[in-house]
């Protein structure tokens, strides 16, 4: 563990207000646990969660990984308890291999019809997510720092991993009463979840995942995006402003035909998530730097491949454009991945140690 800088929370705080805090802090949305064993010397993923105390194990490795690497916060998000067999498993080729790899069967859902929604085991808010896990964070999460949280996946993710990609866009076009009751179940069910988590005092950021598009563009266009996904995106939104708390949406893809929808009518106060491909972070801040945070954005493909001595460069880079001004905080464009350079991973973070202290200038 490298214990650079210690953590404080309202460091992160301050980026996500659009301030400048005393040293620019890390942010991801998080590390794969095949990262986490190898640098903590602990097991994570063997960990029986369905028992306290292996949820309290959990919990301590997870503190000791983001306090000991420099983070203000631990990112915890609760899966919710939609079960589903519509997967697909290949080897994880990772060099921090997790042994198999899971993603998403395109072709088949658990829910392609009417019949299949009502027969469905939706879960009611009390049992939707394990609260307990969360409950344990807020008790073991050292007093400098905070809980950056929410649910596991997004309103659009869940729509599309239950109904399966192609059933999916099937239905977007020939059942809206399907489509409608989809987005309308699983987004009461997150706002739900959230309306409890944002009054747990040490979760001090509301946040949501939800990858809405690919390189070229958004999967469902930006009709179908207003209609049935920014409406419920928003409610969490709100939910957190009521409790004076900022919310982070992370989602991947090429953004740019409803990133005003995102900022003026779903109201975030940061978005992470950033691809060189599509739009490099520096044109990000740019851009949206007077509006919103902007959080991370150094290539995971950068990160994963690119030479020790070219990454630095490609790092102090970003951070000298970034970080004037604050409402930037330094991590991947997307995770810590099981196949990045970990060498190249902590050199980024020593980087921000000697590079990120405030004031900064371009």
Known sequence: MLDLIKPKFERLLAVLWREEPDILPLYEHFVDAEVIEAMTGEPLRSLNLSKKEGKLRYIR????????????YVPLELPLNLPRNNVLLAEDTAALSRGLRAWQ????GVIESRDDYHEYPWP????????????????????????VGGVAGGILEHVMWLMGTRPFFRALYRDEWLIRNMFDTIGSLICAVDSHLVELDKLGVLRMGDDMGFRMGT?????HLRKYVFPCQRRCVQ???????PFILHSCGNLERVME??????????????EDAIMPVTEVKKKYG???AILGGVDVDKLARWPLNQFKEYVKGIIKACAPGGGYALGSGNTITNYVKIENYITMIKLRAKYGKYPASP
């Not at 929808?261 to 950033?274: E, L, P, R, W």
Request: glycine share 8%; hydrophobic share 40%; aromatic share 10%.
């Open 105 to 108: 069967d395109e072709s088949r």
């Open 61 to 72: 490795v997870l503190i000791k990984f983001y306090k000991g690497m420099g983070y203000d």
């Open 239 to 245: 939910l957190a402003h009521r409790h004076g708390k």
């Open 261 to 274: 929808d995102i900022i003026d009518y779903v109201g975030i106060d940061a978005k992470h998530s950033f």
């Open 219 to 223: 999967f469902i266009s930006p009709m």
């Open 124 to 147: 009611d808010p009390d049992s939707a997510v394990d609260y307990e896990l969360m409950d344990i964070l807020c008790k073991e999460v050292p007093e400098n720092m905070g809980i």
């Open 290 to 292: 007077d509006k919103i």
